[in-house]
């Protein structure tokens, strides 16, 4: 991590924090997102069995200017979970911001440390029991050296959260970047680097696929560090699904979810049943990697992992016990964008896909509350004359659906 590339990667992110944030917008809304939303960590890591009481020791690898860190931080707090949350980076500058926003919120349970996951293996930290890597395994000589050191410190039992760039989705980018080497050579200071950048983007030709690409805004929104980060970063790969797989699996690490599953699942995407029984004969990766090919607008891709030898299985959602719970919007909302066909519409990137609900689920949803177990739910609903088999068809139905695309998951364990 010593090469000249690295050091130009060090200095663009002392003089651009990455992503570009303003503490005192902590006070107008919370960001959010995938991976280390604590409603995913809690189900697709753990199961939904680890108990909520327990403390959790997680680390954000490579932390910026404190995006995963400040949620899940403020997450921990607002749903009484127990535990510190470990930044880390080794960036002055995205150490400042993410402080000051963390102050902005009063929050008290994060740690900080300023250092290079690369570090890790002897830095002296304790085990943790999540690990998130956003965003940064891609920027590294040898991705595969940064998973060892975060292995390396990933508790018995633990997962990681991991976003990757993804090549189709990302089309046009990589264009751009050949052209900026070519204009605005790395070994210039960033400034200079970015006066260019801007001036090419003012005068971008209509026919560059970077123009019609709207899988992403760093260019257009994302202000100075958004547009260097696209377009002048010294190292960055993307990732297609096989690679990432290949990725994975060297490091002996099984992939419990992609965010979000169902964007994964060609099917949802090829209604002609011959194409689906084709699709059906392919394994997990194949179908992946076909979703991704089919769809071309991937520019990510957020994996949760844990080691394969301890994959454990997942609380069972057709318990009594169970007790749904929203992801980020109410299932009472979720509810009340049903159309009258049955039918939610999600956007998948600028991709609209409508998903059929079986006619119970409105009702269902009406009654998730993020407290109340499957149990309560049923019997709420029997009172108004629907049979348990009924029920419990619909739910089934409703749950796959749902909880395959993030919006409707397990709580954990008191």
């Given amino acids: 991590m010593s090469d000249a590339t690295d050091a130009r990667l060090a200095a663009q992110y002392e003089s651009y924090p990455y992503p570009q944030r303003d503490p005192k917008d902590e006070s107008k809304r919370l960001i959010v997102g995938s991976p280390s939303h604590l409603r995913e960590i809690d189900w697709w890591v753990f199961g939904a069995r680890r108990p909520r009481s327990r403390p959790l020791r997680a680390l954000i690898a490579g932390g910026g200017t404190g995006d995963a860190t400040i949620m899940l931080a403020a997450h921990m707090v607002r ?24 102050e902005a919120r009063g ?22 029991d999540y690990i998130d890597c956003c965003g940064v395994l891609h920027h590294l000589p040898d991705p595969a050296e940064g998973l060892a050191a975060l292995l390396s410190v990933l508790a018995p ?40 950048a801007k001036r090419v983007m003012r005068h971008l030709p209509a026919s560059n696929w970077l123009r019609s690409n709207r899988n992403f805004a760093d ?43 169902m964007r994964y699942d060609p099917a949802a995407y090829l209604p002609d049943p ?54 980020e919007m109410p299932a009472g909302e979720v509810a009340r964008a049903i159309r009258p066909d ?46 348990r088999a009924t029920f419990n068809r619909a739910w089934r139905e409703t749950w796959d659906k749902l909880s395959a695309l993030n919006r409707i998951l397990l709580a954990p364990p008191p």
């Fill in 107 to 128: 929050l008290t349970n994060i740690v900080w440390h300023r250092a290079s996951l690369l570090d890790l293996p002897s830095a002296g930290l304790e085990p943790f």
């Fill in 274 to 327: 011959k194409l689906r029984a084709r699709t059906a004969a392919l394994d997990p990766v194949g179908r992946a990697a076909l979703a991704e090919a089919l769809t071309a607008n991937m520019s990510t891709h957020v994996a949760y992992c844990v080691r394969a030898a301890e994959r454990v299985e997942p609380a069972d959602a057709m318990d009594d016990a169970a007790v749904p719970v929203a992801r």
């Fill in 219 to 261: 260019h257009l929104t994302g202000g100075d560090a958004g547009l260097y980060d696209l377009l002048l970063n010294p190292r960055d790969r993307a990732f297609d699904i096989p690679a990432l797989h290949a990725l994975l699996h060297g490091a002996a690490l099984a992939v419990t979810a992609l965010m979000e599953p």
């Fill in 342 to 387: 049955g039918t939610l519409s999600f956007l998948f990137d600028g991709l609209r896909v409508p998903v059929a609900l079986p006619p119970l689920a409105a009702a269902i949803l009406r009654q998730i509350d993020n407290t109340r177990g499957l149990g309560e739910i049923a019997a709420a609903l029997a009172e108004r004359g629907t049979p």
């Fill in 157 to 196: 039992g633990g997962g990681l959260g991991l976003m990757v760039y993804a090549p189709h989705g990302r089309t046009g980018v990589y264009m751009v970047q050949d052209a900026l080497r070519l204009l605005a050579p790395p070994d210039e200071p960033p400034a200079a680097r970015l006066d260019t």
């Fill in 79 to 102: 749903w009484g979970q127990p535990g510190t949350v470990t930044y880390l980076d080794r960036s002055a500058a995205a150490l400042r911001i993410a402080q000051a926003r963390a």
